[in-house]
């Protein structure tokens, strides 16, 4: 995948520009807040105002862009505001309006650490080795 894609959020579709073709539509239940790609470009997390996080997996071959749903992690009591992956892609950390930020590990995410915040929407996250 090419480094310069750009991410178009609209309300209810999340689309992502097809070097080949037309726009492809990721179709969400809300608002999209934030969208990350993982650092090999393959995997998209897409927070909105829903308590959930959508994961999609991200093909780009020559003939187009084939994106899937490969999964959605609940824990959020309400809507999600930031994500972001650590450098392996192998952690998603995510703040939510519901005072929290939460550390997936991608392997086994049914779990996940949960941290209160003070202020979940100022928070900035970053992950680092």
Known sequence: MQN???????????CLPNAVGPLHCLQTRSEANCVEFSPTGTLLAVGSDDPEI???????????LKVTQ????Y????????????????YLATSSSDHTCRLWNLSQPAQAAVSQLADSLAATLSLSE
Do not use: K, M
């Open 70 to 73: 490969q999964g959605t992690l």
């Open 4 to 14: 310069n894609t750009r991410i178009h959020s609209f309300r209810d579709v999340c």
């Open 54 to 64: 959508q994961l999609w997996s991200v093909v780009a071959p020559l003939e187009g």
């Open 75 to 90: 824990g959020h009591t309400n809507g999600v505001y930031r994500c972001c992956y650590s450098p392996d892609g192998r």
